[in-house]
């Protein structure tokens, strides 16, 4: 078997964003970490007035793990088990990936 080691290994923060974010926040991301002020296309689905509405899926709900994303200034609009959706600033949703129990952030498209 023949193997690819020309990709250098990615850094653990760098995969938790790539499990854990669906690819257009990702890539909106990826596009503020590069300094790029154009939005990529998608953005205007689910990004207003420099908020993200999202969907958060969490693998379990307490209210601290509530309290720890409103501290990071997410703003909870309804809530359905484990499934929170609510805005965050985009400059904020990289610090999403780092709470343990978040398990996906998705685009909340209406």
């Given at each position: 078997?023949?193997?690819?080691?020309?990709?250098?290994?990615?850094?653990?923060?760098?995969?938790?964003?790539?499990?854990?974010?669906h690819?257009?926040?990702?890539?909106?991301?990826?596009?503020?970490?590069?300094?790029?002020?154009?939005?990529?296309?998608?953005?205007?689905?689910?990004?207003?007035?420099?908020?993200?509405?999202?969907?958060?899926?969490?693998?379990?709900?307490?209210?601290?793990?509530?309290?720890?994303?409103?501290?990071?200034?997410?703003?909870?609009?309804?809530?359905?088990?484990?499934?929170?959706?609510?805005?965050?600033?985009?400059?904020?949703?990289v610090?999403?990936?780092?709470?343990?129990?978040?398990?996906?952030?998705?685009?909340?498209?209406?």
């Amino acid at each position: 078997t023949d193997v690819d080691n020309s990709q250098p290994p990615k850094d653990p923060k760098q995969l938790r964003l790539e499990q854990k974010l669906h690819f257009w926040i990702y890539d909106l991301v990826d596009r503020l970490n590069k300094g790029v002020s154009t939005p990529t296309e998608n953005e205007a689905k689910f990004v207003k007035n420099g908020k993200a509405e999202i969907n958060i899926q969490l693998s379990a709900k307490s209210p601290e793990i509530i309290e720890k994303l409103k501290q990071l200034g997410f703003e909870v609009l309804s809530e359905n088990g484990t499934n929170l959706v609510g805005r965050i600033a985009v400059e904020k949703i990289v610090q999403l990936v780092e709470i343990e129990e978040v398990r996906l952030v998705l685009p909340s498209i209406e």
